[in-house]
């Protein structure tokens, strides 16, 4: 096999079971994923991608791409299948004076972020710093900037793709515009991503965190007035809402930890003097029994969710809707977490959280880009995280029942956080007449399906203008 991979021209690293490696190499960021490729290709070049692509295909191999590994479904491990592991390109440059990024399609959110931030730029990012660049922008790419700038996909100027066909194309408004389109918001269903370039934003170096928490009795109200906060918000500010059980947090009395909490606050990035002015409003939202103010930089917010998201640590499920209104009874939903309020026994309940849309993600008009659910106020997430096997199945019916509590209230959802939702899952995350186009698209540029280890868009032939 290896001669056969270095007879097309690949210079990468070839990892097969036995080999030194294999099982690191194997291993994402959900625990519950234990499978094994036949083979992973540890590319180093848009080259060994392509290589790597058409040997896959001529051994009639199942394709899985991993970048960041973070995919709940750990899609990205094909059992028996080839892995292409893109972790060697994660090469990142930044250009200050014309504000723009060239990233490598393996790199995490940390090379970028750090590569950035030391001209005080930045573009939109999610929030846990081993995330995959790819993953997250080619899905849509919330984070703390994109109230403000966009979310990550509308900040990519152009794509570097091998397409299915091993072919090497350039996507941007001027070239394969059809696929630029799609490359924004449609997952990573029509190529592999070798390079993005970036628009970048002057944010300085520093952000503001607060939080505020409140007891089960106080939550509902307390609620109601972040809701009310939302419309009017600044961009810079993204606000942020959570239920759960309390952990041990030292920025909490110790009689307050592991018991059932709720919390409602924001993100600002930026100077924190200026996200400071916000603090009224929310330190009145109730009767608070703790506060969490935190003045911390750019690189510390991006990065400070890292540990408890390490790959192979726990188990892990999730849920997620967008609202595009939050009633009463929705945050009455939410505090509940589908549990009667009767029920004693809480600990198996995942924690939910609420994050605000609006601003520079509402712009674009929805045919701008593959991305849907541009009109979200709010996006929905319940994720249970647990290292014993013998919860699983608890674990997962309680975070379905959470999500299944707020759907009533749901208008889509995001592609970054679908799971096991199959097809019925990208039926919500698009609308039809953009799903239909995606299908078109798709049929152009991957008509086999070559990539289906995604949440897939199946091919079918149609207009894709």
């Known amino acids: ?109 940390g090379n970028l972020d750090r590569a950035t931030q030391q001209f005080g730029l930045a573009t939109t990012a999610g929030n846990v710093s081993h995330t995959g660049v790819g993953g997250l922008t080619l899905g849509g790419g919330m984070g703390w900037l994109a109230r403000e700038f966009g ?120 100077d924190p003097d200026e996200g400071r002015r916000l603090l009224p409003s929310f330190s ?22 890292d540990e408890v998201h390490r790959h192979g640590l726990r188990r892990r499920y999730w849920k997620g809707h967008y609202l595009a209104q939050l009633p009463d009874a929705s945050i009455d939903a939410f505090l509940a977490q589908g549990t009667p309020d009767a029920d004693p026994d809480r600990s198996m309940l995942p924690g939910a959280s609420l994050q605000s849309y609006g601003g520079a993600i ?21 994720a249970a995280a647990w290292t014993d096997p013998a919860e699983d199945e608890q674990r997962i019916a309680a975070a379905r029942r959470v999500g299944a509590a707020l759907e009533p209230y749901a208008s889509g959802v995001y592609v970054n956080v679908l799971g096991d939702e199959g097809e019925e899952g990208v039926r919500r995350a698009y609308r039809p007449d953009k799903l239909a186009r995606l299908a078109a698209l798709k049929h152009r540029y991957d008509p086999d399906n070559v990539f289906h280890l995604n949440h897939n868009i199946r091919p079918r032939a149609g207009s894709a203008s």
């Open 1 to 109: 096999m290896r001669q056969e991979f270095h007879g097309r021209g690949f210079d990468g690293l070839l990892v097969q079971p036995g080999d030194d490696g294999y099982d690191a190499a194997r291993t994402v960021w959900n625990a519950m994923i234990d499978r094994r490729p036949a083979v992973i290709a540890r590319c180093r070049s848009a080259a060994d991608v392509a290589a790597a692509v058409g040997f896959g295909r001529e051994r009639g191999l199942e394709i899985g791409v991993r970048c960041g590994g973070h995919s709940v479904l750990g899609i990205c491990v094909p059992d028996g299948g080839l892995m292409i592991d893109l972790t060697g390109l994660q090469s990142v440059r930044v250009d200050p004076d014309s504000g723009r990024a060239w990233v490598q399609g393996g790199a995490a959110l």
């Open 151 to 270: 979310l990550a996909c509308d900040n990519v100027v152009a794509f570097e793709v091998v397409t299915a066909d091993g072919a090497t194309v350039r996507a941007s408004e001027s070239e394969n515009a059809d696929l630029f389109w799609g490359l924004r918001g449609g997952g990573g269903n029509f190529g592999i991503v070798t390079e993005f370039e970036f628009r970048l934003h002057r944010i300085g170096t520093a952000a503001l965190l607060a939080d505020y928490f409140f007891s089960p009795a106080e939550a509902p109200a307390a609620l109601r007035r972040w809701r009310d906060l939302i419309a009017d918000a600044p961009t810079r500010a993204t606000l942020t809402a959570w239920v759960g059980t309390s952990g041990e947090w030292p920025f909490l009395p110790r009689e307050l930890r592991n018991r059932p909490l709720a919390s409602a606050g924001f993100v600002w990035v930026g």
């Open 362 to 382: 509402a712009s674009p008009s929805d045919d701008q880009s593959a991305f849907s659910n541009r009109d979200a106020m709010v996006e929905f997430v319940a």
């Open 284 to 305: 009145n939202l109730g009767n608070q029994v703790a506060e969490r103010v935190e003045r911390l930089t750019y690189l510390d917010l991006q990065s400070m969710d």
